[in-house]
């Protein structure tokens, strides 16, 4: 397992540090514009009242929020977003590719041809995508580390869950991606439908946030569970959130390994 | 020693896969496996590697069940694929050493060898290479490991004359090794060249399984007639042609009957041949069709 996990991370190397610049760039990005922000809050606290409540709430916004004069508030609503959204693309792209990609390419013909079993395939692929997204949000952490040690006073709770609670968001895409692509073998097929769904549960987000007559659907989009406000004003992740988080990863590894290991491999 | 019993293998889409295949390949042997595209080559291939599920019966090779017992059968089976699909952005010389190290130690020396005769250059990306040399890659790779078992599916296509007999060679070394060898073909001559037995595989099913010599000494004759007459062809004529004046069929009756025929004829020219392994295919193929 350990030949194959070499090799298998050394080819997804150049698109974890594409896409780990990108995410770090973009934080850091924001991080920056900190502190030209910092001086217009006054008037942008102004020229958010004109907008709705449940607008603002949509954004970690409304009463209980973030406030984004803050530091820690500022990267919540600005840089978090990003974090994950992209994050999870990448996170989406990269479960979703592992391992349709070997059937699309047809060299999986070849893989299955070796001393090694389809169990090891699977969990060697699976540890090599937990291992991309941790070290994609290690850097990540580095930049934040940095900027809040600069910017203000270095809560290292806080620090340490805006850097790996998006983890947990990107190994949801990225185990349901990788449960995808058991059944769908075309890379491209596999992928879109994975960055529909990175897409999709942030629009169920933003309507579970709208109105509370759509607040239950917050219950089904990952994205809450990993909600900014609670991280910055309450240090934590939901307990709940949690263990549903784990109990969506490992079903969908497991469902996965499942179908796998008794699939026909006719590529 | 490859063992199939009452193999047999249906797909969900495609109604066919192969249906009640048994056979036996002897340590040492080179078997042919013979039939034309989509008649069950693959997928008698592709259960031995456990690429997929047999619905019935099974497949072991060293006494090892190949849905049980994978791992230790991919340990001593070198498989050249009929496609070959490497990881196009690695390099030949990082591919085979990423191939043998599933093996664990690989002799150089050999490794080398194989490369120099192949006349591989490792020094290029898989993509850049032409199929033919993706096939020597496999070649290698398969080689190296000093395998048991060799399944090959299709393995000369795309190699040329000259490379064939490369690797011709390189099979009669194998097979002085003591290498069982399965060789997957649709083309006879090849198979003719090189294999101790064959099987004929027709919509799925084993159809027959003789020794290259036997099934050389087929009854079966090449008839080529050259004369002004006409000749109506009868059930025992397969193949029958008629080509600028000279017909020709392969004969698979008694043969008083066509020495009588022939006397009766006004005759230009007349040839009677031992057929080819291509002529004798087609024979078994017609004659299943006739049943």
Redesign the interface.
């Known amino acids: 397992m350990k030949?194959m996990m070499i090799?298998e991370w050394k080819?997804s190397l150049k698109s974890l540090i594409l896409w780990t610049a990108i995410v770090s760039g973009l934080v850091a990005l924001m991080l920056m514009l900190y502190p030209t922000f910092k001086d217009a809050f006054s008037e942008m606290e102004n020229f958010l009242a004109i907008y709705p409540e449940a607008f603002l709430e949509a954004f970690g916004l409304g009463e209980g929020g973030l406030d984004m004069s803050d530091f820690y508030g500022w990267f919540g609503v600005e840089g978090y977003l990003f974090v994950n959204l992209i994050g999870g693309s990448y996170a989406a792209i990269l479960g979703g590719s592992i391992l349709s990609k070997e059937e699309d390419?047809?060299?999986?013909?070849?893989l299955?041809?070796?001393?090694?079993?389809r169990d090891a395939i699977l969990f060697g692929k699976a540890i090599v995508v937990a291992i991309n997204l941790l070290l994609l949000n290690t850097v990540v952490a580095i930049v934040l580390l940095i900027a809040f040690t600069i910017y203000g006073d270095l809560n290292v709770p806080v620090w340490l869950l805006f850097s790996y609670a998006p983890f947990l968001l990107q190994m949801i895409f990225a185990s349901l991606s990788f449960l995808i692509s058991v059944f769908i073998t075309k890379s491209r097929k596999v992928i879109s439908t994975g960055l529909g769904i990175v897409i999709g549960l942030y629009v169920v987000d933003l309507i579970s946030k709208l109105t509370d007559e759509f607040e239950y659907l917050k219950y089904f989009t990952p994205y809450e569970y990993i909600n900014a406000v609670t991280i910055v004003n309450d240090e934590m992740i939901k307990p709940l959130y949690l263990l549903i988080s784990l109990a969506l990863i490992a079903i969908s590894f497991i469902t996965a390994w499942f179908f796998y290991r008794?699939k026909?491999?006719?590529a | 020693m490859i063992k199939l019993e009452h193999l047999t293998k249906y797909y969900k889409k495609h109604a066919r896969g192969i249906i009640d295949v048994s056979l036996e390949i002897k340590k040492g042997e080179i078997f042919g496996f013979i039939g034309p595209n989509g008649a069950g080559k693959s997928t008698t291939v592709r259960t031995l590697l456990n690429l997929i599920f047999p619905s019935s019966g099974t497949a072991t090779i060293e006494k090892l069940d190949c849905v049980h017992d994978t791992i230790a059968i991919r340990k001593i089976v070198g498989y050249i694929p009929s496609e070959v699909s490497f990881y196009g952005d690695m390099y030949v010389h990082d591919f085979i050493r990423y191939a043998c190290r599933f093996h664990g130690n690989v002799n150089q020396r050999y490794l080398d060898s194989l490369v120099g005769k192949l006349e591989l250059d490792t020094s290029r990306k898989i993509e850049d290479l032409s199929f033919g040399n993706k096939k020597k890659v496999a070649i290698v790779a398969a080689l190296a490991t000093h395998p048991k078992i060799l399944i090959l599916d299709e393995p000369t296509s795309g190699l040329d004359p000259l490379m064939q007999t490369v690797f011709f060679q390189l099979l009669e070394f194998e097979k002085k090794k003591g290498t069982t060898i399965f060789f997957s073909s649709h083309n006879l001559s090849e198979v003719q060249r090189i294999c101790d037995r064959v099987g004929i595989i027709k919509e799925g099913k084993l159809i027959k399984v003789e020794t290259i010599d036997d099934i050389m000494k087929t009854r079966a004759k090449t008839v080529r007639i050259k004369t002004q007459d006409v000749i109506e062809p009868t059930a025992e004529m397969i193949n029958f042609e008629r080509i600028n004046g000279y017909v020709s069929f392969v004969y698979t009756g008694e043969m008083t009957p066509l020495v009588h025929l022939i006397s009766t004829l006004h005759l230009d020219d007349v040839t009677i041949t031992e057929p080819s392994l291509e002529e004798i295919f087609m024979h078994y193929y017609e004659r299943e069709e006739v049943k």
Request: aromatic fraction near 6%; charge should be positive; charged fraction near 35%.
């Open positions: 030949i090799s080819r390419d047809k060299t999986i013909e070849f299955l041809s070796k001393p090694i079993s008794k026909d491999i006719t």
